[in-house]
């Protein structure tokens, strides 16, 4: 168990839907990333949050994606009018001493 | 620009067989390098990282990785496979110059375990 928890595990959406996926980093971890795995592929990175600042946005995070971290504490990612290229693992992050612990991800199935 | 090659998407080794899973890395600066391991519907795991200390780095469940400058590689190695074993390997490459480490990664190897 490294910690790092997501919510929902699973989530399978229609197209042009709204989908919302939290993170619950490791306490006291002041940094929090986002990344996105395809099947196949490595995780790719999206964002970086320094506590509540988002101070990274990878190219890869449309502007249907939204990231927030609002207290420094759990942070959000917000995929607006989703499209089936959205299906994917998303994975999260938090960070000490530049080791990344990695929470169990949430996979997106848009039919 | 930091970039990862692993130079096998497939490695298939028989129990009680040496691992060697391969990986070559690109980068501007001096990289911290780190072998993640992914089971089925679990989270990545570090296995081991290098950060310009030792060349040769041991990680958990006996596996270890020696960083060789001059060929830019960090190959995974272990001396006897396991069942346990089999997994998605990622090799990684950050650079921490920016005050943060986004991580890299390569596009993973498939460890298959044959009894």
Redesign the interface.
Do not use: I, K
């Given at each position: 168990d490294?910690g790092?928890s997501q919510d929902p595990r699973h989530k399978i959406t229609k197209r042009g839907q709204n989908v919302t996926f939290r993170c619950d980093p490791i306490s006291e971890h002041n940094?929090l990333?986002w990344?996105r795995q395809t099947l196949?592929?490595?995780?790719?990175?999206l964002t970086?949050f320094?506590n509540e600042a988002q101070?990274?946005k990878s190219r890869l995070l449309s502007d249907r994606f939204s990231a927030e971290r609002p207290k420094g504490s759990f942070s959000t990612l917000e995929i607006q009018r989703t499209e089936q290229g959205d299906s994917a693992m998303y994975?999260c992050?938090s960070?000490a001493s530049?080791?990344?612990?990695?929470?169990?991800?949430t996979r997106l199935t848009v039919l | 620009a930091q970039s990862v090659t692993q130079l096998d998407s497939h490695v298939s080794v028989s129990e009680g067989t040496p691992v060697l899973l391969r990986c070559n890395y690109s980068s501007s600066y001096s990289p911290s390098l780190f072998w993640y391991v992914q089971h089925p519907n679990k989270g990545l795991q570090l296995l081991l990282k290098y950060t310009s200390a030792a060349t040769l780095v041991k990680g958990i469940n006996g596996f270890e990785a020696e960083f060789k400058k001059s060929e830019t590689s960090f190959h995974l190695t272990k001396p006897s496979a396991h069942m346990s074993d089999a997994a998605e390997y990622f090799c990684v490459v950050s650079d921490p110059g920016s005050g943060y480490s986004t991580l890299t990664f390569g596009k993973g190897t498939m460890l298959l375990v044959s009894p």
């Open positions: 490294t790092v940094r990333y990344y196949g592929q490595g995780p790719e990175f970086y320094q101070l990274e994975l992050a960070e530049y080791e990344q612990f990695f929470g169990p991800g | -």
